[in-house]
């Protein structure tokens, strides 16, 4: 799976928009980007996953550049509750055998109020 | 209705004991995970198991084992306690012809080891 780099830290406030992006400047054309999120003693959490088109979800938006090698999630109105560490993960998709999920070191976002 | 149950929450034990530490899906997913994130807060792979295929991350010790009991259960077994097994352990799982959301993952068990 192509390796991923992201900023260690960021802040953002309350309200805004929060913008965080990812590198994955190796991905290949199955590889998948997807966002998880580990707020503060809980077990991390999907938010949204894309290939090459840009997605949304109730939670957030992917925007994945036309070349695939950056991609950026945004979190339209963050609040509080949206402080954590996020993980962009590239990752085939395998319908066959158990495919494992590698977490890199993440952006610990924090939401200012 | 908790989607990935761990039990327990908290488990302190001295060094050399066997403990485990169970894990429960309700989701009907097919494969089941443990990951270890220790106190730098890095979340590594330990195993994955669906009921054709383990995968065993190569740096797990022996002293750790999965034991499926069924598809919704994946409990890890640890013999021989070490200090350098306190962390938090986490439990996850996934469907294979299911990709929209990703792993599901419970809220982790502490294991500290005195």
């Known amino acids: 799976d192509a390796k991923t780099t992201q900023p260690p830290s960021m802040d953002c406030a309350e309200g805004r928009a929060a913008n965080l992006p990812c590198n994955h400047s190796?991905?290949?054309?199955?590889?998948?980007v997807y966002w998880y999120r580990q707020i503060h003693s809980q077990g991390p959490q999907y938010i949204i996953h894309g290939l090459k088109n840009n997605e949304t979800n109730e939670m957030a938006s992917l925007i994945i550049t036309e070349d695939r090698k950056s991609s950026t999630l945004i979190l339209p109105h963050a609040t509080l509750r949206d402080t954590a560490v996020y993980y962009c993960?590239?990752?085939?998709?395998?319908?066959?055998?158990?495919?494992?999920?590698?977490f890199g070191s993440g952006t610990q976002m924090t939401v200012l109020p | 209705d908790t989607a990935v149950s761990q039990t327990p929450k908290y488990l302190v034990t001295q060094m050399g004991n066997d403990k485990s530490i169970k894990c429960e899906q309700n989701?009907?997913?097919?494969?089941m995970y443990w990951y270890k994130q220790d106190s730098k807060k890095f979340l590594k792979i330990m195993f994955s198991y669906n009921n054709k295929e383990l995968i065993i991350n190569e740096t797990v010790p022996n002293r750790f084992s999965p034991k499926s009991p069924d598809k919704a259960h994946l409990n890890l077994h640890i013999n021989s306690l070490e200090l350098g097994d306190s962390a938090v352990y986490f439990c996850?799982?996934?469907?294979?012809?299911?990709?929209?959301?990703?792993?599901?993952f419970g809220s982790g068990t502490r294991l500290t080891v005195v």
């Open positions: 989701l009907g997913h097919d494969t």
């Open positions: 993960i590239v990752r085939a998709r395998s319908s066959g055998s158990a495919r494992q999920l590698t």
């Open positions: 996850a799982s996934s469907h294979r012809g299911q990709f929209n959301y990703g792993y599901t």
């Open positions: 190796t991905i290949s054309g199955n590889e998948y």
